[in-house]
């Protein structure tokens, strides 16, 4: 973890004094989650890719001047959320898919019947991930994949902290419930 | 219901992966903006300060301070033991506009003066990073009396001037357009300082108070510590060096720095405190520019050029040849040539110099930081002037890697050669035996 911040800042500093480059490593170690927080947004790896790419391309016209509080992570993570946010309002869409294009890692020592198992649990939670209201399923995005305080994701959605964390909470009781299938409307 | 555990842990194994096709867009995307962007003029920032302003002989000593710490801090995220959080401390150096502080230093064995006599050298600096400037009010306590400068380093001119209003007098050193970029690409930021600053050792020294201020130190010492990382914390100028560096509890910025550094031979040391630090103070851009009454004589010009440190070095050792029937100095380390340099020059030289041999001699003083460039960037450099004199032609006085696998040789009698490596092991086996 201090490693990580570390690299960071020195990523942010250097992007800063004349090294727009470092950006390529940055796309490099967060591409991954930053996809998958945009396609559990947007349920679509179409545009999925369109924001987080968007979001890279849009970071170079802030070269020498990028400051952010909190950690990098966070606030790469705060801008696919915007661009998504963006996407939904432009095409006046709701998201419908969840992950079905994402690819399910399995722990490798996993039995065949075990990753089965797994399987059909990832299937079930995309499709009860599409079924959380959006301002839910941002909360719990940002939190899982963006892995941003309560604190930062209330700032960000301008709400109180109290009401991010309720919204988590609704959020991974409604899986746990659609999961159990309780609720399959 | 199953715990909100496993739910999360489940989210945990939902991962999409980007697919090759998708990072080659993204990547080639990026690539064509960024080269969009360095091709529109002042749209990236200038090399940083940082990367520069080592390179300068005259502000080498005093900005040492913000470039040490630098370096040193930057080692300290893998050990996040002490009180203070230093990944904060380089964030906020990497954010600082203006600083001030004092060096006061003492020093040893400096040539010129009395044996066993202290120089007292007293250093007040300003520094800009944007505008990119440095100005130093230095007061040099002689046996002869006290001897003031000024010396300004202006970024955007690429030039270091440096006034001495008694003798109405000044010098100026012009860095190369091409080493002001090389500068920029490969030295002084934090990710460079850290790799090579990971290669030494460094221990955390804990807290204590200094003139009341609670503070946190580390120190770092190692033998290789002169030579690797020489041109970032002496410019070349000991063998040997060590420093403690103290930050502020409270605001998380250096607050003192204390270094020392020593030539092989215990001959010259010198002991420097750099306090009295002020952080973003005001300072009106009069102050950093020199004002050179039109009566003042322009001693002598030298100039700073990327990638001829090696003949550089050879014009230096071209002076011992003139001056010092051929004797070279035992290492190339700045006090070193220096000491070795200046009885000789006093004792053969009758009248004034002109204006090329000063320029000539303001190389002597960069020579250390020149070799610790060829170091740094990999040209594994080799002088044997311990050994080596004018009177062995034949032998291999010096020698630096100009490409791959090709050496450019330096004898006794400065006649140079490029061989290729298997050459250069028997040249070196040869002058080695020759010696023993």
New interface residues.
């Given amino acids: 973890m201090v490693f990580q911040m570390l690299e960071d800042r020195i990523l942010v500093w250097r992007f800063n004094h004349g090294r727009p480059e470092v950006l390529h490593h940055v796309y490099d170690k967060y591409r991954t989650d930053l996809l998958t927080l945009a396609m559990a947004l947007l349920g679509d790896l179409a545009a999925a890719e369109d924001v987080v790419q968007d979001v890279f391309l849009s970071l170079l016209r802030l070269s020498g001047r990028l400051k952010f509080t909190g950690s990098l992570k966070g606030y790469l993570a705060t801008c696919v959320t915007n661009g998504a946010r963006n996407i939904l309002r432009a095409h006046r869409r709701h998201p419908t898919g969840g992950l079905d294009d994402a690819d399910p890692m399995a722990a490798p020592d996993t039995r065949p019947d075990a990753a089965a198992i797994i399987e059909e649990q990832l299937h079930q939670l995309r499709w009860a991930l599409s079924q959380l209201p959006y301002e839910q399923r941002e909360v719990l995005v940002l939190r899982v994949y963006g892995q941003m305080p309560f604190k930062e994701i209330a700032r960000q959605q301008g709400i109180p902290t109290n009401t991010a964390l309720g919204r988590y909470r609704y959020a991974i009781d409604r899986l746990r419930s659609m999961l159990d299938g309780e609720v399959r409307t | 219901?199953?715990?909100?555990e496993e739910?999360?842990e489940?989210?945990?194994?939902?991962?999409?992966?980007?697919r090759p096709e998708?990072?080659e867009?993204?990547?080639s995307?990026?690539?064509n903006?960024?080269a969009e962007?360095?091709n529109t003029p002042t749209?990236?920032?200038?090399?940083?300060i940082?990367?520069t302003i080592m390179e300068s002989r005259t502000t080498r000593l005093a900005a040492a301070a913000v470039i040490v710490l630098a370096a040193i801090l930057?080692v300290t995220?893998?050990n996040?033991t002490s009180g203070i959080v230093w990944?904060e401390v380089?964030?906020r150096l990497?954010e600082i506009r203006t600083v001030s502080y004092r060096i006061t230093a003492d020093i040893e064995g400096m040539q010129g003066t009395p044996e066993g006599y202290t120089t007292h050298l007293t250093q007040d600096v300003l520094v800009s990073y944007e505008p990119g400037a440095v100005r130093i009010d230095s007061t040099l306590q002689l046996p002869g009396g006290t001897r003031k400068s000024q010396t300004y380093l202006l970024f955007e001119d690429r030039v270091a001037i440096t006034v001495i209003p008694e003798q109405k007098k000044y010098f100026k050193v012009i860095i190369g357009e091409e080493q002001m970029q090389k500068m920029?690409q490969e030295n002084g930021?934090?990710?460079t300082l850290?790799k090579a600053m990971l290669e030494h050792k460094y221990t955390e020294l804990g807290r204590k108070s200094i003139d009341g201020v609670a503070a946190w130190g580390i120190h770092v010492s190692d033998p290789k510590l002169g030579t690797k990382m020489g041109s970032f914390i002496s410019g070349g100028m000991f063998d040997q060096t060590t420093v403690e560096l103290w930050v502020d509890e409270k605001n998380e910025l250096p607050i003192r720095i204390d270094a020392a550094g020593s030539s092989r031979d215990g001959r010259a040391s010198m002991k420097m405190v750099y306090d009295g630090f002020q952080w973003d103070i005001p300072i009106e851009p009069a102050r950093l520019k020199p004002q050179i009454p039109e009566d003042y004589e322009l001693v002598a010009q030298a100039k700073w050029e990327a990638g001829r440190e090696g003949e550089e070095i050879i014009d230096v050792l071209r002076l011992f040849v003139e001056f010092a029937d051929g004797r070279y100095p035992a290492s190339l380390r700045t006090v070193t040539v220096v000491n070795a340099l200046a009885p000789a020059l006093k004792q053969k030289l009758s009248a004034k110099p002109g204006q090329e041999l000063i320029a000539r001699l303001m190389k002597v003083d960069m020579v250390g930081m020149m070799y610790t460039t060829l170091e740094r960037e990999g040209k594994d450099p080799a002088y044997y002037g311990d050994r080596v004199s004018a009177a062995a032609p034949q032998a291999v006085l010096f020698r630096w890697k100009i490409g791959d696998g090709t050496y450019r040789v330096v004898f006794g009698d400065l006649r140079t050669e490029d061989v290729s490596a298997d050459k250069l092991i028997q040249l070196e086996g040869t002058s080695k035996k020759e010696h023993e």
């Fill in positions: 219901m199953r715990p909100a739910v999360y489940l989210m945990q194994k939902l991962r999409a992966t980007p998708y990072d867009r993204v990547h995307a990026m690539a903006a960024i962007l360095m749209a990236v920032p200038q090399p940083s940082w990367r930057a995220f893998f996040k990944a380089v964030q990497g920029g930021d934090p990710v850290l």
